[in-house]
């Protein structure tokens, strides 16, 4: 797939997960313990052979950009094309977004047109950096080029999750393929056709696309472009029928991480051929103290456990001291908890310090969230 390139929308302005995209974009939330959800969608397009990916940006995304680098990780270091970081364009009046305070995915790709008419392939693939899936996209360009589809989209049937169809584009599909209904977060949906926000397109018509909803002052991709030509485009479905994770709500941050210690679902994601790749750092092997006790958990690199861990993901560089039991919990990286602490359904970022003695405790809908350097 040299001849198609990459648009990873790395931050999505309806998407909000508190305290945990305070500081980052979602794309850059850390997952499963040694991992960002951006390296699931890069490592899918280098594993596709796509040479040309960029990354749109829009705010908070210095840790994006301390993650991913120059690509290196993902063999994009080029001196011809490789991966590219694309802010959008400051204007005047833009409040700093270069978007407009109203402005959504249309104005960004705009923001970012000079980039895609530099470039030379013949496709664009346009992904979000939410979704957790392992996948190659060679059959979804040769369904597009078989269709003759002006623009595909792909979609996975969400049944055993129906509750998040009201937050999906749920599409109506004909016996061909083609797409003939479009409901964007719908409450009653016709169909179990979710979206996965990934389309393929020609590059020349997707310039054109975006410059005719440009002009006429369109902000959203899915119900000004798509929605709004449904008639005039022959827009065609490609199903992806793997393991799909959405992350759009703290619940569902929750919920698709604890997945990780099903031994299936991690076998579909990291036990293929097609590897994740993610930024490597070398630490030393965790250290197992004498009372400690670790069951049904993921435990990263580097960190020091003294006690108790349940049914629980643990990142980099953790210290959980003696006493400390935690269970069903989120962990993340050079996070200190101190002796005799009692955590249970809790998500804790980054280089956070509990004192010894404390109690948090959350339910699995609602889990408690300590923000990045908190000290209790």
């Not at 052979?49 to 940006?57: A, F, H, W």
């Not at 269709?147 to 989209?153: N, S």
């Not at 509750?163 to 009653?188: A, C, F, M």
């Not at 069903?328 to 359904?345: A, G, K, P």
């Amino acid at each position: 797939m040299k001849d198609t390139m990459g648009i990873i929308l790395a931050e999505n302005p309806e998407i909000r997960l508190n305290e945990l995209t305070d500081i980052r974009s979602v794309a850059a939330l850390p997952f499963a313990g040694r991992y960002r959800l951006i390296d699931f969608i890069l490592s899918n397009m280098v594993n596709s052979g796509i040479i040309n990916v960029g990354v749109t940006t829009l705010f908070n995304y210095s840790s994006l950009m301390d993650h991913v680098g120059n690509g290196n990780a993902w063999d994009l270091n080029r001196k011809t094309y490789g991966l590219f970081f694309l802010p959008p364009y400051i204007r005047g009046g833009d409040m700093g977004l270069g978007i407009g305070p109203n402005g959504g995915n249309v104005d960004l790709l705009y923001s970012v047109m000079t980039h895609l008419r530099r470039s030379r392939q013949s496709y664009v693939l346009i992904s979000g950096g939410n979704l957790v899936f392992n996948t190659t996209f060679e059959e979804l360009l040769n369904f597009h080029k078989e269709t003759e589809a002006d623009l595909t989209v792909v979609y996975h049937r969400l049944t055993d999750k129906p509750e998040q169809l009201s937050r999906t584009t749920v599409y109506e599909i004909n016996d061909d393929g083609r797409v003939i209904g479009i409901e964007h977060n719908p409450k009653s949906p016709k169909t179990c056709y979710s979206g996965m926000g990934i389309y393929i397109v020609e590059r020349t018509r997707l310039i054109s696309m975006i410059e005719e909803a440009h002009a006429k002052g369109n902000h959203d991709f899915i119900r000004d472009v798509l929605l709004g030509n449904l008639q005039n485009l022959n827009i065609y479905a490609y199903e992806h029928k793997g393991f799909v994770g959405r992350v759009d709500s703290i619940k569902s941050y929750y919920d698709n991480n604890m997945l990780m210690l099903d031994d299936d679902i991690r076998r579909q994601l990291f036990g293929g051929e097609n590897l994740i790749y993610t930024k490597v750092k070398d630490q030393v092997p965790t250290r197992y103290g004498e009372n400690s006790a670790v069951s049904d958990s993921l435990i990263a690199d580097g960190c020091h456990i003294d006690g108790q861990v349940e049914n629980s993901i643990i990142f980099r560089g953790v210290n959980i001291g003696k006493g400390t039991v935690v269970r069903n919990s989120i962990i993340m990286q050079n996070t200190v908890i101190n002796e005799n602490c009692d955590l249970e359904n809790v998500v804790i970022d980054k280089e956070c310090t509990l004192r010894p003695n404390k109690r948090l405790i959350g339910q699995p809908n609602y889990p408690v969230i300590l923000p990045k350097r908190t000290m209790i």
